[in-house]
């Protein structure tokens, strides 16, 4: 959610700001725009929307300057307009800014008092504008930041820089992550090492706290308390290569045809191909062996991958598992068993509500234990135990590979907790090791079977106009059915609804008509399936319309009732969850793209979210 990028150099910047702020285009924003210094004052260019329509704008009138910042800024206080667009300016500083600061009415107040006149609708121009009374007032550039940050309530990440000062950037974190970057003669802000990756291999994150000033020269990191601080500075494993599309039309496409891959990089780091047993760090399977308890904490789809995590920790470990959004978590104030872990699921590993849930659990004497797709992330660096998914990076707003490298280790590390407890023995573990490792596979010949057939690209024709969709499922696949109207929702805007099957006459059957197309997710081998198959018929009597998700024995069974097929492989039900998540992607994919929606970067919609 929102993006950073600042450059200190001895040539024009305006080009790389640009490029990286397209590296932070997969965050979601909905305007964008730089500023630059050149001996003269602040020149400044934003745009609502695309960042081709910045780019448009700089064709038009470029800019040129060896010192500069830029942002793409997802709306929270005010519409997403051009001047509610980052950066922020008054003729002494400029400023970028992720986060929210919850005092702004306050501090706007208080400056409206001294006949400030504000031009925006957000929380950030109150930045810019207490930063130029202070130094309006004789204060150094240094002094002034230091005295606006120290006046700022909430979570934030802060980037300004000043006329008259083209070998200087102030920066801030308190919440919200900021790195910055090493170069040769040259030195680089960023809001993670994603941007920074083409600019330079060396990165310092800066920790909650932290305030920075960055010279071409070098970095000097302070605390509010004005003691200066070390950071590590790090070698990113992140690549400088563009992510591009390659021959598919949208990221998310592309994301969902890489799963076969990144699924199996996934299952290699953590499955011996050679005798089939799953390795996880000693160190993991001990904190899960003597834990009381595990407390599951995510958001989103990463929250979904948890609740079949549930599923797979009672069922096979026996091990009792709370689940929380982590948005809710912490205000619950719930009491944590002495020596119980918190596990924290996360694609970013950057996801503000999630990081203040993992600070409760570490207050409360937890062992923090995370599942993390980017590297380096603030959540890994403030965990106690770590496991990397290996999706790599995902462009496309709405999660797919992410969610099921996420279910591929959470299954892993179920398996040899399971396995080391003595809950299931070594044969079963095999047998269900070796369903895994046939995943990728199988889901290779889903994608090979859409292509030939283009099954699923039909199904959306036929549905893409519904306004109310509902999707079904038991067990394991409960939280699957949950995940498929949530990618539906995103992508395409139709109101969609997951539900436990067994639920739906409680309530929910009363909106059943002949226009509410309805996805079963029901494999035969599942231990629940007759139970299924009962609510998918008594949902057909009453006009619903089934979009059926099966084996070749489910389907055989209930192709009858269903107006819709899409047949899968057997798998044994341990890794059902895996594979059922394909199809409803390509559903949701594929609706989207009939109904003309921005699938890649849907609208009101961020990748990472990085405010409460």
Known sequence: ??????????????????EGLSRLEYRGYDSAGIAVLNGGPIQRTRAKGKLQNLRDKLKENPLHGTAGIGHTRWATHGGPTEDNAHPHAT???????NGIIENYAALKAELTAKQVRFETDTDTEVIAHLVDDYLKSGHSPKEAADKTFARLEGAYAIVMIFTGEDNLMIGCRQGTPLAVGYGTGEMFVASDSYALAPLTKKICFLEDGDRVIVSREKATIYTNDNDNVERPIRITAQSGATTGKGNFRHFMLKEIYEQPSVIGDTLNSFINPANGEITIPPAVLSALETTP?????????????????????????????????????????PPMPEGGLALFVSQSGETLDTLQALRYCKQQGQTIL????????TIERESDLVLHTLAGPEIGVASTKAFTTQLTTLACLALSIALKKGTITAEQSSVIAEELRHIPAQIQTILNEEERSKNALTIAGDIFKSQDMLYLGRNLLYPVAMEGALKLKEVSYIHAEGYAAGELKHGPIALIDDNMPIVVLAPANDPLFEKTASNLQENVARGAKV???SDKKGHETLKDFAKWTIEIQDTHPFVAPILYAVPIQLIAYHVAVTKGTDVDQPRNLAKSVTVE
């Not at 995370?370 to 992330?377: L, P």
């Open 293 to 333: 308890r595990i407390t599951l904490i995510a958001c989103g789809t990463a929250y979904y991958a948890c609740m079949v995590a549930k599923y797979w920790f009672e069922q096979t470990a026996r091990i009792p598992c709370e689940i929380d959004i982590a948005s809710e978590f912490r205000y619950r104030e």
């Open 547 to 549: 979009l059926l998700i």
């Open 370 to 377: 995370s599942i993390v797709n980017a590297v380096e992330s």
């Open 91 to 97: 003729e002494k500083v400029a400023v970028v800014h």
């Open 1 to 18: 959610m929102c993006g950073i990028i600042g450059i200190l150099s001895k040539e024009n910047v305006a080009p790389r700001l640009i």
